[in-house]
């Protein structure tokens, strides 16, 4: 049987007033920068658009609203070997739906999945197959969100965390083998599923390909690894790999380096906080300058108050940190190193400089990653940004669906 019996009681989020009732103190008495000479967003985020959404937490987001959408699903809270994993489940509607574990990445939440799960889950409400459907379960990262305290494990990486989940698909929820997708810090634990537990997988679907090596070494913070321009490229070159640079630079830098110092601050204001977490769902997604044409206000504000509530984002941010400081080490020396049935989406607003998205899928194939992967479905998609199945969800569900067909 690819399912197992699901016997454990759901338990609904709820946050309580006392909680919502102080964030709405510690917004109400932030103590604003000055923000002066930034309206051009040079020095990072803008103050006149920061207090806008800060004005809109505090007087009109509801997230008793926000709460039900999340709990039309179900939700669960299990001790993983000592760590409180909460997970969010939506049973698969077919003849014979297979587990599917999704891992999110950093600042998602949990709930960057929403718009992917009820098509993965029930194919035949979406025009599509119901022999395709999914048992969808959707994890918290554990330190993020609902998945908390974390209080006795901090050294969580991404490649603990794939035990951990292996762990719960098996011997908690009692599957004999399953399958699994993510993205970002999610596609790391993915892959790192892929590698060791391959024999439990039907396949795996990620929206990166990085090495499991990629924090290793004395430089991890350092996201150009010390790579010098070259003089003969164009000024339109220069200027595309600087871009890139700077839009990962100061995250893996503080995050790997320093993320305890930082959380002080963040901890203490959520202004701060979401200010933090803002600039990467600026400047990751393909939004066209506007990032409300990606992620509404309600949206923004359901992701930050699930990390304000929970006090996660020391926790959260730790985890980079601790996937340099315990490096990631092989548990087989076979190549491929994943060697799961692998599916991988990329999109064009992370092209490296220079590659075009047509050529995107053979720069992969010629590059040192391509090995690393059994990949056997590779999809490039021309919008779309780093929050792929937020972004693009459809064709996320489509990618993923392909990639698991005849493999069941």
Not at 222 to 237: D, E, H, T, W, Y
Not at 305 to 310: A, K, S
Request: hydrophobic share 40%.
């Amino acid at each position: 049987m690819a399912t197992a019996s699901f016997s454990l009681e759901p338990s609904p989020i709820y946050v309580s007033d006392e909680l919502l009732s102080d964030l709405q103190n510690r917004l109400k008495y932030t103590r604003w920068p000055l923000g002066t000479g930034n309206d051009d967003w040079f020095y990072g985020v803008n103050r006149s658009y920061l207090e806008e959404l800060v004005d809109y937490w505090m007087n009109q987001f509801d997230w008793r609203k926000s709460e039900s959408a999340i709990n039309a699903y179900e939700h669960y809270k299990v001790n993983v070997d000592g760590v409180p994993v909460h997970f969010m489940r939506k049973p698969g509607t077919g003849p014979n739906p297979i587990p599917l574990i999704l891992s999110h990445g950093w600042p998602w939440t949990f709930w960057h999945w929403a718009k992917v799960i009820d098509p993965l889950a029930n194919p035949g409400a979406f025009r599509g197959n119901p022999a395709e459907a999914f048992d969808v379960i959707v994890p918290s990262l554990p330190g993020y969100g609902f998945s908390s305290p974390l209080s006795h494990r901090p050294d969580m990486n991404f490649w603990k965390i794939a035990d951990l989940w292996h762990t719960l698909m098996t011997d908690i929820l009692g599957y004999d083998k399953y399958a699994a997708g993510g993205c970002d810090v999610g596609a790391l634990v993915t892959g790192q599923l892929g590698h060791k537990y391959s024999d439990k997988l039907y396949a795996i679907h990620i929206g990166s390909a990085l090495k499991l090596n990629f924090f290793n070494g004395d430089d991890a913070w350092n996201f150009a690894r010390g790579r010098v321009l070259p003089n003969n490229i164009s000024q339109k070159m220069k200027e595309k790999i600087l871009e890139i640079d700077r839009r990962f630079a100061s995250h893996l830098a503080v995050h790997v380096i320093d993320p305890s110092t930082l959380a002080y601050g963040l901890s203490d204001s959520p202004v701060g906080m979401l200010a933090w977490i803002l600039e990467r769902w600026i400047k990751w997604s393909d939004n066209n300058g506007n990032v409300e044409n990606v992620f509404s206000k309600d949206d923004i504000l359901t992701h930050a108050t699930i990390f304000w509530i929970n006090n996660t984002i020391e926790t959260s941010i730790r985890v980079y940190a601790n996937n340099n400081r315990y490096p990631w080490t092989p548990t087989h020396n076979r190549w491929p190193v994943i060697e799961a049935p692998t599916g991988i989406t990329f999109v064009s607003y992370e092209n490296p400089p220079g590659i075009t998205t047509e050529n995107r899928v053979q720069n992969f194939l010629d590059s040192d990653r391509a090995p690393w992967y059994n990949h056997v479905n590779i999809a490039v998609h021309e919008h779309g940004g780093h929050f792929i199945p937020w972004e693009i969800p459809d064709k996320w569900v489509e990618d993923l669906r392909r990639t698991f067909r005849g493999r069941r």
